[in-house]
T-cell receptor
Framework: SAVISQKPSRDICQRGTSLTIQCQVDSQVTMMFWYRQQPGQSLTLIATANQGSEATYESGFVIDKFPISRPNLTFSTLTVSNMSPEDSSIYLC????????????FGEGSRLTVL | KQEVTQIPAALSVPEGENLVLNCSFTDSAIYNLQWFRQDPGKGLTSLLLIQSSQREQTSGRLNASLDKSSGRSTLYIAASQPGDSATYLCAVRPGYGQNFVFGPGTRLSVLP
């Protein structure tokens, strides 16, 4: 298994500002995943973050809007830039657990409201 | 392209009832399937993971089955409790190293 801590757990932001979400894992992992969950919707993968290389973004997501850092094997950040009300979502950090089962574990999520 | 659906979208049952949540996927070639629970405004908690070679997995009052040929998985919850109230999502990994595809979830309410 994996224990994932996310900060902040929730925030209310003004339009046009940026916010950085932090994700800390209790073990070293190769890949970290960032998801978005818009109100009433299921999860959509934003990007996969590998340590030491550029993040891989999914269709519809760009680095300028969602820059990601991955400075080491236990930590990553996601920034939501130049926010608009449409960015109001839960943002979730995820990793695969140890043991090669492919099981996915999630943090508690960061609930952002953009006014 | 793999697509995942879940029926029903919402379900309300009295406490103590046994219930079944359904998950369907369009491509039977999968690597594994995982069931999650999500409380309102929170992250996802892993419930059960079924590898493609397995037929079912059990944890406490939960039992998940997998029928790849029909593209279906079910999550059986025995003796439901109000604390089981949450949204249940299933997710399918199409292949090794590929990303999970999530269903829309079933919102469960267990009434005392």
């Amino acid at each position: 298994s994996a224990v994932i801590s996310q900060k902040p757990s929730r925030d209310i932001c003004q339009r046009g500002t940026s916010l950085t979400i932090q994700c800390q894992v209790d073990s070293q992992v190769t890949m970290m995943f960032w998801y978005r969950q818009q109100p009433g919707q299921s999860l959509t993968l934003i990007a996969t973050a590998n340590q030491g290389s550029e993040a891989t973004y999914e269709s519809g997501f760009v680095i300028d809007k969602f820059p990601i850092s991955r400075p080491n094997l236990t930590f990553s950040t996601l920034t939501v830039s130049n926010m608009s009300p449409e960015d109001s979502s839960i943002y979730l950090c995820s990793v695969e657990g140890t043991g090669n089962t492919g099981e996915l574990f999630f943090g508690e999520g960061s609930r952002l409201t953009v006014l | 392209k793999q697509e995942v659906t879940q029926i029903p979208a919402a379900l309300s049952v009295p406490e103590g009832e046994n219930l079944v949540l359904n998950c369907s996927f369009t491509d039977s070639a999968i690597y594994n399937l995982q069931w999650f629970r999500q409380d309102p405004g929170k992250g996802l908690t892993s419930l059960l993971l079924i590898q493609s070679s397995q037929r079912e997995q059990t944890s406490g009052r939960l039992n998940a089955s997998l029928d790849k040929s029909s593209g279906r998985s079910t999550l059986y919850i025995a003796a439901s409790q109000p604390g089981d109230s949450a949204t249940y999502l299933c997710a399918v990994r199409p292949g090794y190293g590929q990303n999970f595809v999530f269903g829309p979830g079933t919102r469960l309410s267990v009434l005392p």
